[in-house]
């Protein structure tokens, strides 16, 4: 299976990260999503699948799961620019 | 036709429309007439609007012979990335899929807002499929070629927009910017672009590729187009709930100020690990030009490109899902693997990016208590042969695609203001150079870039000097 090296990662995160599970992680979500994969996708698709797990792997290592407030704060908008404050 | 060769630039243009010195239409022709020569070798267009062009341009001129008022851009030509709408026309978004769509029966914001300041749209531009890319290369459509090397990429995904004005068509385009494709597209066509404060424009009537990251901006051959232009761009509209509710706040006046006061520091650590020589080069001379003297290392950049790329996968991949169920089959090879890789990656990951947001938000927030404006390679290396998979990056072989937007990710990650800068030697490819700034310090980025300009930091019309 291909692997993608990131050209930044200077941990290895994307290059370590283990692609034994990354087709059978594919053929589930595949089925759950309702999306077809051909055969002849799938090494690519993987690819990116471990591109990503890397990339999670680098963020999770920040503490950020849990560290702070998400930026998409949602600000309900009042029904009209007129309306009671 | 007139006696002396037509202006080139939109505020040359816009001048001599309004008074008189040449009318809309003989613009607007030449303008069409130069795209259906040359525009076969480059493939910047999708759609040329022949008809709307010439009757704005005729409206113009009919103004003008009444006495009546002009907009700021009277007569300027322009054209926008096919995935803003446009009347009549189907908005593609690089896609074969959208092109069935029904043609648009109203136009984008900011193309009503470029007609409302009598600019003429002579057409919609080529990009990469969905904006996922950075190359504007398109299996449906062929690639956008770079006019400085046609056998080069224009960069992506804004490729068509540059090439537009690269080639000469149009003096200024409009793209848009998730992760780099205008300051990537204008380092590799040896443009100045403008990716505003994430929430300045509104993106009402564009087909989007990630909400939490889509920015508008204009390119253009000079900094005072792209101020020009800008300054009739902006202005709220609740339509686009990211929309920032601020006044409109002109650029073009506080070019003048120049760099006094500014405090311009180097972008260093993750932003020189990987740039190719030519690349540090460019960014030490642009440095030198502004006096530029203090390194700035800014912590978690790594992390923060990490988690652009994820939430770009994950938000842009959830807006394609249907269609990837229906017809995976019809997307650009280069894109689907990605889209269908990022439908499924889990929530979490996702989630705990836009955490990460926040806290790199917090550490640009110091970077800037420290400096005004930040200079940065715009892309690790010049502009790539058309084709091209792999670049060597810090002496590694790896993919291109995953890896142009290394240096510009982190930025439009949290939002910040970028002017992109053409760096370039007589006879050599251009690079770019990001000029970074505080969020709504547009005119940082714009002082900032002017001051390279004038001091010719490309040199590509100085050859015979």
């Known amino acids: 299976m291909n692997k993608t090296i990131m050209a930044t990662d200077k941990t290895g995160a994307a290059a370590n990260a283990l692609p034994s599970d990354t087709e059978a992680f594919i053929d589930a979500n595949a089925a759950v999503l309702g999306l077809t994969i051909a055969p002849e996708w799938k090494a690519n698709v993987a690819m990116f699948v471990d591109v990503a797990r890397g990339m999670a792997a680098r963020i999770e290592a920040t503490g950020a799961a849990t560290a702070s407030e998400a930026a998409p704060v949602f600000t309900p908008r009042p029904l009209s620019p007129h309306a009671p404050k | ?64 012979a009444k006495g009546g008022t002009l907009g700021a851009l009277a007569g300027v030509p322009y054209a926008v990335k096919n995935l803003y709408d446009v009347a009549g026309i189907s908005t593609r978004a690089g896609s074969k899929i959208n092109a069935a769509d029904p043609p648009k029966t109203a136009d984008a914001l900011l193309v009503s807002r470029m007609a409302t300041a009598g600019a003429v749209l002579t057409g919609a531009l080529n990009m990469g499929e969905y904006a996922y890319d950075f190359t504007g ?40 910017d ?26 009402t009537g ?9 920015h508008l901006g204009p ?28 006044a409109v706040e002109p650029v073009t006046a506080a070019i003048a100020k120049g760099l006094d006061g500014l405090r311009i520091g180097v972008a260093t650590g993750y932003f020189r690990v990987d740039a190719d020589t030519g690349a540090l080069d460019v960014l030490a001379r642009a440095a ?4 530029a003297a203090q390194d700035v290392d800014i912590p978690g950049v790594a992390e923060a490109r990490a988690a652009a790329f994820l939430i770009t996968n994950a938000e ?13 089959v019809d997307f650009d090879p280069e894109t689907r693997d990605r889209f269908l890789a990022g439908a499924m990656l889990p929530a979490g990951w996702a989630i705990a990016a836009q955490r990460f947001r926040r806290m790199f938000e917090d550490t640009m927030r110091g970077v800037f208590a420290q400096v005004d404006v930040i200079l940065a390679p715009a892309a690790p290396t010049h502009a790539p042969l058309l084709g091209q998979k792999t670049i060597v990056l810090g002496g590694r072989e790896v993919p291109l695609r995953a890896n142009m937007g290394i240096y510009t990710q982190p930025i439009s990650f949290v939002g910040l203001p970028v002017a992109a800068v053409p760096v370039c030697e007589p006879g050599a490819l251009p690079y770019g150079i990001q000029v970074i700034a505080a969020p709504w310090r547009e005119d940082h980025c714009l002082r900032v870039a002017a001051a390279l300009e004038a001091a010719g930091v490309d040199r590509r019309n100085r050859a015979s000097a």
């Open chain 2, 178 to 203: 998730t992760n780099g494709s205008i300051r990537v597209p204008a380092a590799f066509c040896g443009l100045y672009g403008l990716k505003p404060t994430y929430g300045r424009l509104p993106r």
């Open chain 2, 1 to 64: 036709m007139s006696a002396q060769p037509l202006p080139s630039g939109a505020r040359e243009i816009a001048r001599a429309v309004q008074h008189g010195d040449v009318s809309a239409e003989e613009i607007a022709r030449a303008a069409l007439d130069t795209i259906a020569a040359r525009d076969a070798d480059i493939g910047a267009f999708t759609d040329i609007t022949v008809e709307r062009a010439l009757g704005e341009a005729r409206a113009i001129d009919t103004a003008r």
């Open chain 2, 288 to 291: 030198d030009a502004v006096g």
């Open chain 2, 219 to 246: 390119f253009a051959r000079s900094v005072d187009d792209i101020a020009f232009v800008y300054d009739a761009l902006q202005g709220y509209d609740p339509s686009d709930p990211v929309c920032a509710a601020r």
């Open chain 2, 316 to 328: 842009g991949s959830t807006l394609h899902l249907d269609r990837l169920r229906r017809q995976a």
């Open chain 2, 137 to 176: 290369e398109n299996a449906h459509y062929g690639p956008s070629r770079n006019p400085l090397d046609t056998a080069r990429m224009t960069g992506g995904s804004s490729g068509g927009s540059a090439a537009a004005v690269a080639a000469g068509f149009v003096p200024v385009s409009l793209g848009s």
């Open chain 2, 206 to 214: 564009t087909f989007p590729f990630c909400d939490s990251l889509d």
